[in-house]
């Protein structure tokens, strides 16, 4: 069956029950695409649309946000396989995969998984794990995220809450804005669904299953996914490199876009001249 034809530009295009964006549909190479965190949706990659070498570039709606189909029951197996079914759909063979938050979780899921269809992997503001080795950040976590919605708060009250926090110095008004926004969007439902998916990740142990070059992007300010941890992820990588961007927070493709183009660009070029040579 021929994949559909899908068009250029930021008009909602629906493609195996998810709702995406993408730019340079004509583009030959592998595509990227772009995961987001549990509190953003396509937009939050709105700048790297166009703006990474010339190449085509994907951000999907994960399940349950932003009109995408919800999964009956969501775990890191089934969202992986919901990326390989919209590859599928489109009928894209390998990918470069960049993933922000659980986006980088979902990212290295498909990578041990499904290693075939992955030709990078672009992880920012994430980890191999999800918090320490007993429970105390997970229930933190898991109480401020879903605390003031179980006390009676909406989606949008809890973003002007949860976005300043997470964000760096470098962030622009209309960026904290725009964040603010589109986690107000997200249906409380998925938000509390993804949450308890998120704090079950744990391929600390299977890092070693990760072949593909990997390009690790941190902020400099960011207390979810702290430079120092990431760091010591890329060391465990048998292909990475890693960065730091000073003055981000954990939306650090928002908040720094141009750095993290930059960045992805010249690994991505890196990646595919290697193959090439």
Not at 86 to 115: K, N, P, W
Not at 159 to 172: L, Y
Request: glycine share 10%; charged share 15%; aromatic share 4%.
């Amino acid at each position: 069956m021929a994949p559909p034809a899908v068009a250029t530009g930021t008009d909602t295009i629906r493609v195996a029950g998810l709702n995406i964006w993408q730019s340079g549909a004509d583009m030959v190479g592998p595509p990227v695409l772009c995961l987001h965190g549990i509190g953003g949706d396509r937009t939050s990659f709105a700048d790297q649309l166009g703006q990474l070498g010339g190449r085509r570039v994907i951000a999907w709606n994960m399940p349950g946000y932003g009109g995408s189909d919800p999964l009956t029951q969501m775990d890191f197996a089934a969202l992986s396989g919901a990326v390989v079914a919209l590859l599928d759909a489109l009928g894209i063979a390998t990918v470069h995969l960049v993933g922000q938050s659980i986006g980088g979780m979902i990212a290295q899921e498909v990578a041990i998984r499904s290693s075939d269809r992955v030709a990078s992997l672009g992880l920012i503001a994430t980890t191999s794990a999800f918090g320490g080795r007993d429970d105390s950040f997970r229930q933190a976590f898991v109480a401020a995220r879903l605390g003031p919605l179980d006390a009676g708060a909406d989606m949008a009250t809890l973003a002007q809450q949860a976005i300043p926090a997470i964000i760096g110095p470098a962030a622009s008004a209309e960026m904290r804005q725009l964040a603010i926004a589109a986690m107000g969007r997200i249906d409380e439902t998925a938000f509390r669904q993804v949450v308890s998916c998120l704090v079950t990740f744990n391929r600390r142990a299977d890092q070693h299953r990760i072949s593909q070059p990997c390009c690790l992007i941190a902020g400099s300010h960011d207390t979810n996914s702290p430079a120092r941890v990431m760091a010591k992820m890329a060391d465990g990588l048998a292909n990475a490199t890693f960065h730091i961007v000073d003055q981000a927070g954990h939306l650090v493709n928002s908040e720094c876009p141009a750095t993290v183009n930059e960045i992805l660009t010249a690994f991505f070029n890196r990646v595919e001249n290697k193959q090439d040579g």
